[in-house]
C-alpha cells in the first residue's frame, strides 16, 4: 500500500524503474548509502537475476529469519565467499539450462559484498570468480570499513580515517595508516570484460554501468562507494551529498574500464579541495594539515594517473582474456 | 548380477557419478582424492559428462560453488580430504543447515601437522556434528554403489541433506578392485531427477540462508536434528531398492562371525576387511571373536548398535583418529554413550590404530584384542607407538 501511494508521489525519472526489489522495512541506519546502492543495482537489473550476498550490513539489515527484504532470488552462506557462492549458481544454472531443465531465460547472476568480504576475506574467492570467467557480475558496497561488526578497518579504509581498530591515538595520530586497496584496478588486471567504479550520489551513472556489466560476455565488476553515516559520523541526511563530494574531489573518481579502456565517466573541470570531503567527517576530525595535504598530493597524483591510462588505452582496446 | 571388472576405486567413484548424470562439479585437488576429480574432468572435456566443471582455487570456494549449485538446483559433486576439509569446514556446516543436497567423497587422510598424505579417520571426525548423512565404505564396490545411494537419498524431498562418502585414502582410493558396474538403465531407474523443493530462480522468488536471532536459532537446530534423524528410512529405502537392483544388500550395522561371540570388534571404513580376516584367525584358534562393521555414522543407528553390542562381555573398538586429550577417541565416546544406559553393558575397550597411515594387519587387530581384554588400564590405548 506503501508503495502505492508512493508511485503516485514519485514523478518518473528516465530509466528508473519504479518496482522495488528490496522491500522498505528494512533494518539499515537512517541515510546509509549502501542499502541505496543495493537498491540501485537491482532496480537497474531486474527481475531476472539472482542475489548472492556476503555476510555485512546488507545481510544482516534484509534477512532476519523468518522475515526476508529481497523481492529476487537471494542467498547468503557466508562472509568470504559471494563470489564463489555466485560462480555455483551460475554454474548450476547454466548445466540445468543447456540440459533443459530450467526455462531458457537469461538469469543475471550477482555477488555481492562489504569492502571486507571483497578487498579483505573473499579476495581469493573474487579472483578465482574473475579468472574462471563466469558470465556474472560482482558488486562491491564499499562504506569503507567493517561497518556490521562496528567499524573496523578494511584495506579498504581509507588513509587517516579513524575505525575502531585502527584509531588515531598518539603514537600513531593519522588513524588508518595505509592507502586505500585500489580494488577496480585489480579487477581490471584479471582482464575481465569490464570493472568500474561508481556512487548512488550518481545514480543514473552507477544504473547505467550495472546495465553494461549485465550485457558483458563474463565476469564485471562495480566498485561502488556507499556512505555510512554511522561508521563515518557524519549526519545521515549528508550522505547524498559526501558520496558526490567524494567524487568531485576526486577521492573516489568514477570511471569503467570497459574491454580493457579506461574512460573517465566524470570530469570536474576543477577537483574540488579534499578539504570540502574531509571536513565534517567524524572519522577523519583528528587529522592536522601536514596530513590533510599527503592526502591531497595523494588525490591528484591518482588523478592524474588516471588520465594518462584513459589516454593510453583510449584508442587501442587491449585484448580481454575473459570473454569467450 | 553383472561381470565383475577391474577398476581403480577413484576412477570408479568418478564413473559412478557421471552415471548420475551430475551437472557440477567443483573440487580442489589434494592427495589422495586426486585421480578422482581428475577423472571427472577427464570425463566432462571428452564430452561423456554434461556437466559445469569448476576448478576452483580452493576447497573454500569448492564448498560454497557446491551450495550455489545446489541452491540453483544443480545436481552436484565435490570431492576432498584432510587439509582441504579442514579449509571448506565453515562451509560444510552451512551446506547441511541450508538443507543443501550433495554429494562428496571424502578421501580419508590424516591431519597436519605434522603433514602427512596418508589415511586416517582425523578428518572425518573433525566434522562429526557438521548435520550431514555421513557413511563410511568397506570396499571400492562400497563405494561406487553409495554414489547413487547419496544423490537418491540426499536429494529425496523427504531428506534434503548433503551426503559425505568416506573412503580410506590409498587404502580404498588408489587400489584396482574387482567391481560391478551399472548400466545407464540401472541408474535412470535407481535416481529420479533431482526436483528441488526450491531453487534460486527468478520464476519463484525464495530466500536462502536468513540469519537467526536468539528466539529462532534453536529451533532451526532442532528442525536439522529431527530432519538428519528421519532421513533414516529413506536410506534404509535407498539400500533395499538397491538390493533389489544389484543383489547387494547394505545396512547401517553390519554383522561378521557375531553368533556366540563374547568379545566384539567395532571397526568402521576398510579396517573392517582386515578385522573380519582377523576373526577368522581368532575363530580358528576357538576364540568367541565377532566384528560389528559401523557403516552409517549419521545419523547414528542407536537400535541397532544397541542390539549388536547387547550380549558381548567385551567390545574392542578400533578408532582411527584421537581426540587429544580427551575421553576417549571419537568412535569409542560414542559407543559407550550409547550404551550407558543398558541394563547389561559390555565393557568397552577403545584401540587407537592406523593413525597416518600406519599399516593395520590382522595380527595387528588379534593382538589388541589381546591387549584390551588383558586390560591396558587406560581409557584409551594408542597401539603400536614406538616408545
Ligand atoms: C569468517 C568470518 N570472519 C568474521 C566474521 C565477522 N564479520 C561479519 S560481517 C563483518 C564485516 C563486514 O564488513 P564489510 O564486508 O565491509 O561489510 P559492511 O558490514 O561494512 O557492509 C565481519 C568482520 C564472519 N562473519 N565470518
Ligand atoms: S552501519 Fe552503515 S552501512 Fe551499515 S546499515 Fe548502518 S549506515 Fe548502512
Ligand atoms: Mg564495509
Known amino acids: 500500500m506503501a508503495e502505492e501511494k508512493k508511485k503516485r508521489i514519485l514523478k518518473p525519472i528516465k530509466d528508473f524503474p519504479l518496482d522495488e526489489y528490496i522491500a522498505s522495512g528494512h533494518r539499515a541506519c537512517q541515510g546509509c548509502a549502501e542499502v541505496l546502492a543495493v537498491r540501485h543495482v537491482l532496480k537497474a537489473i531486474g527481475p531476472d537475476m539472482v542475489l548472492a550476498m556476503a555476510t555485512g550490513c546488507m545481510e544482516i539489515i534484509s534477512s532476519p529469519y523468518p522475515f526476508t527484504s529481497w523481492n529476487v532470488p537471494w542467498i547468503h552462506v557466508a562472509f568470504e565467499n559471494a563470489a564463489a557462492v555466485g560462480s555455483g549458481v551460475e554454474a548450476g544454472l547454466k548445466a540445468l539450462r543447456r540440459k533443459g531443465r530450467i526455462p531458457d531465460k537469461n538469469v543475471t547472476v550477482v555477488a555481492m559484498g562489504g569492502d571486507g568480504g571483497t578487498s579483505d576475506i573473499g579476495f581469493q574467492a573474487l579472483s578465482g570468480m574473475f579468472e574462471r570467467g563466469h558470465k556474472m557480475i560482482y558488486v562491491c558496497v564499499d562504506n569503507e570499513a567493517y561497518m556490521n561488526t562496528g567499524v573496523q578497518r578494511s584495506s579498504s579504509t581509507p588513509f587517516g580515517a579513524s575505525t575502531t581498530t585502527s584509531p588515531a591515538g598518539k603514537a600513531r595520530p593519522s588513524g588508518q595508516n595505509t592507502w586505500k586497496k585500489d580494488m577496480t584496478a585489480i579487477a581490471a588486471a584479471h582482464n575481465i570484460p569490464y570493472a568500474a567504479t561508481a556512487c548512488p550520489s550518481y545514480y543514473s551513472d552507477l544504473m547505467r554501468k550495472v546495465r553494461r556489466a549485465a550485457e558483458v560476455e563474463g565476469p564485471a565488476y562495480l566498485h561502488v562507494l556507499s556512505v555510512c553515516p554511522t561508521g563515518w559520523r557524519v549526519p545521515p541526511q549528508t550522505s547524498i551529498k559526501y558520496g558526490a563530494l567524494a567524487v568531485d574531489s576526486g577521492v573516489f573518481p568514477l570511471y569503467e574500464v570497459d574491454h580493457g579502456v579506461w574512460k573517465l565517466s566524470r570530469k570536474p573541470k576543477n577537483l574540488k579541495p579534499v578539504t570540502e570531503y574531509l571536513k565534517g567527517q567524524g572519522r577523519f576530525r583528528h587529522l592536522d594539515e601536514g596530513m590533510i595535504a599527503l592526502i591531497q598530493e595523494r588525490v591528484i597524483a591518482n588523478w592524474e594517473r588516471l588520465l594518462k591510462l584513459c589516454e593510453a588505452t583510449g584508442d587501442k582496446p587491449a585484448q580481454s582474456g575473459s570473454e569467450s | ?387
Open chain 2, 1 to 387: 548380477m553383472g561381470k565383475k571388472v577391474g577398476m581403480e576405486v577413484s576412477i570408479a567413484a568418478a564413473e559412478a557419478a557421471a552415471l548420475c548424470d551430475v551437472d557440477v562439479v567443483a573440487a580442489y585437488p589434494i592427495t589422495p582424492q586426486t585421480h578422482i576429480v581428475e577423472h571427472l574432468s577427464e570425463l566432462v572435456a571428452n564430452g561423456h559428462l554434461d556437466a559445469e566443471f569448476v576448478p576452483v582455487e580452493s576447497e573454500h570456494s569448492a564448498m560454497s560453488v557446491c551450495c550455489g549449485s545446489a541452491a540453483a538446483g544443480a545436481r552436484t559433486i565435490t570431492s576432498t580430504a584432510a587439509q582441504g576439509l579442514a579449509l571448506m569446514a565453515e562451509i560444510v556446516f552451512i551446506a547441511s543447515a541450508m538443507r543443501l543436497p550433495m554429494v562428496m567423497l571424502v578421501a580419508n587422510r590424516a591431519l597436519s601437522a605434522p603433514l602427512s598424505i596418508w589415511n586416517d579417520h582425523s578428518d572425518a571426525m573433525m566434522v562429526r556434528d557438521c548435520g550431514w548423512i555421513q557413511v563410511f565404505c568397506e570396499n571400492g564396490q562400497d563405494v561406487y554403489d553409495h554414489v547413487f545411494h547419496g544423490f537418491r537419498v540426499g536429494e529425496d524431498p523427504r531428506v534434503l541433506l548433503p551426503v559425505m562418502i568416506n573412503l580410506d585414502g590409498f587404502i580404498l582410493t588408489h587400489v584396482i578392485e574387482p567391481m560391478e558396474f551399472w548400466t545407464k538403465e540401472m541408474a535412470k531407474s535407481y535416481l529420479p531427477p533431482f526436483k528441488p523443493v526450491y531453487r534460486l530462480h527468478p520464476d519463484k522468488v525464495v530466500s536462502m540462508g536468513a540469519f537467526g536471532m536468539p528466539e529462532i536459532y534453536a529451533e532451526q537446530k532442532m528442525a536439522h536434528d529431527v530432519a538428519l534423524r528421519n532421513s533414516r528410512p529413506v536410506i534404509d529405502e535407498a539400500w533395499d531398492e538397491l538390493a533389489r537392483l544389484t543383489g547387494r544388500r547394505y545396512s547401517a550395522v553390519e554383522h561378521y562371525k557375531t553368533d556366540g561371540a563374547e568379545t566384539l570388534i567395532l571397526a568402521m571404513g576398510s579396517l573392517c576387511e582386515t578385522a573380519s580376516l582377523a576373526v577368522d584367525q581368532m575363530r580358528d584358534g576357538g576364540k568367541k571373536v565377532g566384528l560389528v562393521k559401523l557403516r552409517l555414522w549419521r545419523p547414528f543407528p542407536f537400535a541397532e548398535i544397541r542390539q549388536a553390542l547387547a550380549g558381548a562381555k567385551d567390545v574392542v573398538v578400533l578408532d582411527r583418529s584421537v581426540s587429544t586429550g580427551g575421553g576417549s577417541a571419537p568412535v569409542t565416546s560414542e559407543i559407550r554413550a550409547v550404551m550407558y544406559h543398558e541394563p547389561s553393558r559390555p565393557k568397552i575397550h577403545c584401540m587407537i590404530a592406523g593413525l597416518g597411515g600406519r599399516d593395520v594387519t590382522p595380527d595387528d587387530v588379534s593382538n589388541m584384542v589381546d591387549m584390551a581384554l588383558a586390560g591396558t588400564g587406560a581409557e584409551y590405548y594408542i597401539y603400536g607407538v614406538r616408545g
